[in-house]
């Protein structure tokens, strides 16, 4: 799968307990876990990511408060809110990515395919285009 996005509704276990949701690998989405990392406490205004990646696939979720992504292929661009622990958003290599619209308590979780390694990164927009090209 190259460059694209996909919205996942992830199942909720709830009882009079409360929630669970659990993501499995290869099951619930379509790569091996290989990182998990979190952002949170983002200061107001700051929009992050700003990178795509040659390899790496990742699934995003809010598990605490709300924030925005903007996806972008190199040809369309997406907006989505991640607002509930129930939501995921799929994110493909070789798309370009920003977050922004942090709420305070905003955590966001994400499973990604690769172990963090720079080289993987594309951090100058009009390179991004070249290898969305060279990729066709
Ligand atoms: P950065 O790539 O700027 O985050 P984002 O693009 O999501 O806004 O990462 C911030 C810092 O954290 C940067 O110094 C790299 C480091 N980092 C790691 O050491 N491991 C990781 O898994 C990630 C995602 C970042």
């Not at 709300?66 to 972008?72: A, F, L, N, P, R």
């Not at 994110?91 to 709420?103: G, Q, T």
């Amino acid at each position: 799968m190259l460059g694209d996005w996909k919205q996942i509704e992830l199942a909720s276990h709830g009882d009079d307990r409360g929630s669970l949701i659990s993501v499995e690998a290869q099951r619930h989405i379509p790569f091996a876990v290989k990182r998990v990392y979190y952002i949170f406490g983002t200061k107001a205004g700051v929009r992050r990511g700003f990178h795509a990646h040659q390899n790496l696939k990742q699934l995003l979720i809010a598990a605490s408060g709300s924030c925005k992504v903007e996806v972008d292929d190199g040809n369309k661009k997406a907006n989505f809110k991640l607002s509930s622990p129930k939501q995921g958003l799929i994110i493909n290599n070789l798309v370009w990515r920003e977050m922004y619209d942090f709420s305070p308590d905003c955590v966001l979780l994400v499973l990604a395919s690769e172990w963090f390694e720079e080289a993987d990164y594309i951090r100058d927009y009009s390179q991004f285009k070249l290898a969305v090209e060279r990729s066709r």
